[in-house]
């Protein structure tokens, strides 16, 4: 079943922020994703109760028609402690965050909400974000990090230039193999980036 629209578009602002160059990117990402969970979850629950007013977030993971309940269910005490971690973000510390890989994990842990909500909804995924998607798993705890370094060096090496499109006069010449620049060819150029993965047996 696919996830609705609004939901799909959630996840990849939450993977173009996660790529993108900006300050304190992983932060405005790890609390976007909290958000999209949040929205995942509710999406069910009013489903089943068009009157669903107000409701905190256990309760709404304890809601019947979402069943993710952070006592008995494993990813509803996972996405539970994601939300901690962001309301300490929010209300309790300005200055406290969360590192990349940190933000990565939460990345997966709404997706496999998403799934959970919406059972198929992954392969029904454009590819561009699904190859997104397949990058930020590299760069969680669940990547290799073996791997991930030797992807981080192909991604800089490889020639960019050589892809079709010519640069604009007025476009900087950014040198878009680094991480710092992966925003600006992730998406566009995914099936690049595709091949690195697969030629280095990135799962």
Not at 168 to 193: C, D, K, M, N, T
Request: net charge neutral; charged share 25%; hydrophobic share 40%.
């Amino acid at each position: 079943m696919a996830a609705p629209r609004d939901i799909v578009d959630a996840l990849e602002c939450v993977a173009s922020i996660y790529f993108s160059d900006g300050r304190h990117k992983t932060r405005a990402a790890f609390i976007l994703t909290d958000e999209l969970v949040e929205m995942c979850c509710k999406a069910l629950a009013v489903a089943q109760n068009p009157n669903l007013g107000p409701i905190k977030f256990h309760d709404l993971l304890r809601h019947p028609a979402v069943n993710l309940d952070a006592g008995t269910v494993t990813l509803g005490a996972t996405v539970l402690r994601n939300h901690d971690t962001r309301n300490k973000m929010q209300h309790v510390n300005a200055a406290f965050t969360v590192d990349e890989q940190h933000c990565a994990d939460a990345i997966l842990d709404a997706v496999e909400a998403i799934e959970h909500c919406f059972p198929g909804a992954f392969p029904a995924l454009g590819e561009p974000l699904k190859l997104a998607l397949r990058v930020i798993r590299l760069h969680s705890s669940k990547g290799d990090l073996r791997l991930r370094g030797a992807f981080e060096d192909a991604m800089r090496a490889h020639r960019w230039n050589e892809s079709g499109r010519n640069a604009r006069v007025s476009e900087p010449p950014y040198p878009v193999g680094s991480r710092r620049h992966w925003g600006l060819i992730l998406f566009p150029e995914y099936a690049q980036v595709e091949s690195i993965l697969n030629r280095l047996g990135v799962p």
